[in-house]
């Protein structure tokens, strides 16, 4: 009895919670893996080849042939507007407000 080591109780603690995190590290990729299939099996249906993607620039241009489309670009370092006009290039307009003016706004809109 006196040759045993002293049990270090935070070495035995990480030991006991490593098998822990690596499963919960496998559940997880194992779960990403299952979202990527079914996002990339839902982009081959018809008219979703775009899911949970940004639209192209040429979609949002066609839209704006029923009226202008407007991109707000805001941060805490500037706010910006880009009105997408039909077959037209795009205007660029700073705008004079912070990212917290546009959160309220956005909100009470």
Known sequence: MLN?????????QTQSSRPTSEVEACQYRNLVDEWNKVV?????IKGFSRFLLPPLFTDLQE???????IVLI????????IIV????????????????????????F
């Open 40 to 44: 990339l099996e839902i982009r081959t």
């Open 85 to 108: 006009l039909h077959k037209q290039s795009p205007v660029h307009i700073h705008l004079n407000t912070t990212l917290n003016t546009l959160t309220m706004l956005t909100n009470q």
């Open 63 to 69: 839209a704006s042939c029923e009226g202008l489309v």
């Open 4 to 12: 045993q080591k002293p049990v270090n109780k935070l070495s035995a």
């Open 74 to 81: 805001a941060s805490r370092f500037s706010c910006d507007a």
